[in-house]
């Protein structure tokens, strides 16, 4: 996301004038500060019960930020694996089934106890 004054001072930049640097790095600083801001605000009303009510330096921000976005990398990926987990557990059952079937139409029901018993 680009401000508009930032807009403004790359465009000069491009038209011939040169902007002095030190202004570039307010202006820099400037937008850095500001994205830090709407973090800030994201995290604490994210995590209102969890961020002390002191003041959040920048690094505390950071640190939040990478963390809450691991938690959602997370989460994203967790309930796909959970699912297979699922998926593969389902057709074990179906073969265990099976299996037991086949062994219940044999001459000794026996045998199949101890199999069942013994994949579970």
Same mark, same amino acid.
């Given at each position: 996301m680009v401000a508009p004054s930032d807009c403004s001072v790359k465009s000069n930049?491009?038209?011939?004038?040169k902007v002095s640097k030190p202004l570039m790095e307010k202006k820099r600083r400037a937008r850095i500060n500001r994205? $830090?801001?709407? $973090?800030?605000?994201? $995290?604490?009303s994210y995590y209102t019960?969890?961020?002390r009510k002191r003041k959040l330096e920048k690094a505390d921000i950071l640190e939040l930020t990478v963390?809450? $976005?691991?938690n959602l990398q997370k989460n994203q990926h967790g309930p796909s694996?959970?699912?297979k987990f699922a998926e593969y557990h389902a057709g074990y059952r179906s073969c265990l089934t099976g299996v037991n079937q086949y062994l219940l139409m044999?001459?000794?029901p026996s045998g199949s106890t101890r199999l069942?018993?013994?994949i579970k």
């Open positions: 930049i491009f038209s011939g004038k994205c $830090l801001d709407q $973090l800030k605000t994201l $995290l604490e019960n969890n961020i963390k809450h $976005l691991r694996v959970n699912a044999a001459e000794n069942t018993q013994y």
